[in-house]
């Protein structure tokens, strides 16, 4: 399908009697916000999304500070078609996993999330780091629900929301890190943490850097860490998320300096050398790429399409010290393919980077806090019915037996799926085609 198709097939979108093309937004933003602003004031008729052409999906418009942003209704996501950029929303993982205390849906139609880090401290505590509350889970192979989510998982569930977590192959070359970063902000707009509103609470960059990004930036910060401030009170200082892509890791004689994507090299995140090093140990392999990455000659993506680069994204919780320094107090990491989908390891970052290469279209089920005993790693959702992929790449009892468990489900359900045992080839086995209409028929 070329550019011009798939964007008038999945981007239209009507406002009244108005039918209008999403990629205003990209083109002319002046614009775009005109139209949701309209819209917004009037509340008369709701946006209709109009991917799937013979039944619009409602929609809404929310304000998110002097910005409006068009906005899927809860529980929609799977109604938009899978090329949709609205198309997401919470899986059903999420939803067996936590409590109604961890993700509460209001009467207002707003999402209020609880974690489990603290959201502030007691200034006279000092500022030493507090890792061991964003620590990850340990795996169970049966897990109560949880009341609170951890910072891995509150970032999985904006990256399932946002629809990052799945892929058709008209995004190609259009899911840029500007992009995701605006997604993900707009994520946040009706959204709460802790019961305050997420978008205070939670900071990404713009992914724009130029002359005025550091002054912009800092200001953004500043208002932030005040607003934080007041709510939490005297004698209390509070903690700002800041969500980004990981560029480099930086060691001074005494700290260690975090720099993300979209943030000016003046404002990296100081981080004690003790965390890092709690850090590597959490994520071990995904870490181990990253500094590796930094290392090694680029690889040219047309000759190795599945040889392409990895990501690292941070989520960390940060005060603002007396001489304006973002000082790290926890923080969680997720790595995910040059294409930003998620991936556990560098065997899934090579069969997610071949589907791409071949056009299929698939959604990755994150992991959120649990072991994720019978998720499958990839769903191919070009067939007939979704089929689902696995990658057997470890060894060891338990590992074992969440396999043979997975296959019998399979088996008991007399579902098709796909598999890889590494330990029985080193290239993964071709993947299933996608039927033709006649094959369909018969």
Same mark, same amino acid.
């Given at each position: 399908?070329?550019?011009?198709t798939?964007?008038?097939?999945?981007?239209?979108?009507?406002?009244?009697?108005?039918?209008?093309?999403?990629?205003?937004?990209?083109?002319?933003?002046?614009?775009?916000?005109?139209?949701?602003?309209?819209?917004?004031?009037?509340?008369?008729?709701?946006?209709?999304?109009?991917c799937?052409?013979?039944?619009?999906?409602a929609?809404?418009?929310?304000?998110?500070?002097?910005?409006?942003?068009?906005k899927r209704?809860?529980?929609?996501?799977?109604?938009?078609?899978?090329?949709?950029?609205?198309?997401?929303?919470?899986?059903?993982?999420?939803?067996?996993?936590?409590?109604?205390?961890?993700?509460?849906?209001?009467?207002?139609?707003?999402?209020?999330?609880?974690?489990?880090?603290?959201?502030?401290?007691?200034?006279?505590?000092?500022?030493?780091?507090?890792?061991?509350?964003?620590?990850?889970?340990?795996?169970?192979?049966?897990?109560?629900?949880?009341?609170?989510?951890?910072?891995?998982?509150?970032?999985?569930?904006?990256?399932?929301?946002?629809?990052?977590?799945?892929?058709?192959?008209?995004?190609?070359?259009?899911?840029?890190?500007?992009?995701?970063?605006?997604?993900?902000?707009?994520?946040?707009?009706?959204?709460?943490?802790?019961?305050?509103?997420?978008?205070?609470?939670?900071?990404?960059?713009?992914?724009?850097?130029?002359d005025?990004?550091?002054?912009?930036?800092?200001?953004?910060? $500043?208002?932030?860490?005040e +607003? =934080? !401030?007041?709510?939490? @009170? /005297?004698?209390?200082?509070?903690?700002?998320?800041?969500?980004?892509?990981?560029?480099?890791?930086?060691?001074?004689?005494?700290?260690?300096?975090?720099r993300l994507?979209?943030?000016?090299?003046?404002?990296?995140?100081?981080?004690p050398?003790?965390?890092i090093?709690?850090?590597?140990?959490?994520?071990?392999?995904?870490?181990?790429?990253?500094?590796?990455?930094k290392?090694s000659?680029?690889?040219?993506?047309s000759q190795?399409?599945?040889?392409?680069?990895?990501?690292?994204?941070?989520?960390?919780?940060?005060? $603002?010290?007396?001489?304006? +320094? =973002? !000082?790290?107090?926890? @923080? /969680?990491?997720?790595?995910?393919t040059?294409?930003?989908?998620p991936?556990?390891?560098?065997?899934?970052?090579?069969?997610?980077?071949?589907?791409?290469?071949?056009?299929?279209?698939?959604?990755?089920?994150?992991?959120?806090?649990?072991?994720?005993?019978?998720?499958?790693?990839?769903?191919?959702?070009?067939?007939?019915?979704?089929?689902?992929?696995?990658?057997?790449?470890?060894?060891?009892?338990?590992?074992?037996?969440?396999?043979?468990?997975?296959?019998?489900?399979?088996?008991?359900?007399?579902?098709?799926?796909?598999?890889?045992?590494?330990?029985?080839?080193?290239?993964?086995?071709?993947?299933?085609?996608?039927?033709?209409?006649?094959?369909?028929?018969?």
């Open positions: 399908m070329n550019t011009t798939w964007q008038e097939k999945f981007n239209r979108v009507r406002f009244g009697d108005l039918d209008v093309n999403r990629t205003v937004a990209d083109s002319d933003p002046g614009l775009w916000q005109q139209y949701l602003q309209r819209a917004y004031v009037s509340k008369v008729i709701p946006p209709m999304c109009l799937q052409t013979q039944e619009p999906v929609m809404y418009i929310a304000r998110l500070g002097d910005t409006y942003v068009l209704r809860p529980k929609t996501g799977h109604m938009h078609h899978s090329e949709c950029e609205s198309h997401g929303g919470i899986s059903r993982a999420a939803n067996d996993l936590y409590t109604d205390e961890a993700i509460i849906e209001r009467a207002d139609g707003k999402v209020d999330h609880t974690l489990s880090v603290p959201l502030s401290t007691i200034e006279h505590m000092g500022e030493s780091s507090m890792d061991e509350a964003a620590a990850p889970p340990r795996p169970q192979t049966a897990s109560p629900k949880r009341p609170a989510m951890t910072l891995r998982g509150f970032l999985n569930l904006l990256w399932e929301e946002a629809g990052l977590a799945s892929w058709a192959p008209g995004m190609r070359g259009k899911r840029t890190l500007t992009r995701v970063y605006w997604r993900l902000t707009s994520e946040l707009a009706d959204r709460l943490v802790g019961g305050e509103d997420a978008a205070m609470r939670v900071f990404v960059p713009s992914g724009f850097l130029d005025d990004t550091e002054k912009r930036t800092r200001n953004q910060l $500043l208002e932030r860490f +607003n =934080l !401030n007041r709510l939490h @009170g /005297a004698n209390h200082k509070g903690i700002l998320l800041i969500v980004g892509e990981l560029r480099a890791i930086k060691s001074t004689a005494r700290n260690v300096a975090l994507k979209g943030m000016p090299d003046s404002l990296p995140i100081w981080t050398p003790g965390s090093e709690r850090l590597r140990a959490q994520w071990p392999a995904s870490m181990e790429r990253f500094d590796r990455s290392h000659q680029p690889v040219q993506a190795h399409p599945e040889a392409r680069p990895n990501r690292m994204f941070i989520i960390a919780g940060v005060q $603002l010290s007396q001489q304006g +320094n =973002l !000082n790290w107090r926890y @923080g /969680a990491a997720m790595e995910t040059e294409d930003f989908i991936i556990d390891s560098q065997y899934e970052a090579r069969i997610a980077n071949a589907l791409v290469a071949q056009h299929r279209r698939f959604e990755k089920p994150l992991r959120y806090d649990g072991v994720a005993a019978t998720f499958p790693d990839f769903v191919l959702t070009d067939m007939p019915q979704p089929m689902p992929l696995e990658i057997y790449g470890f060894s060891g009892p338990d590992y074992e037996a969440r396999k043979r468990e997975k296959i019998a489900i399979y088996t008991k359900e007399g579902k098709p799926f796909w598999y890889w045992d590494v330990a029985q080839s080193k290239l993964p086995p071709v993947f299933p085609m996608i039927p033709t209409k006649n094959q369909n028929e018969h």
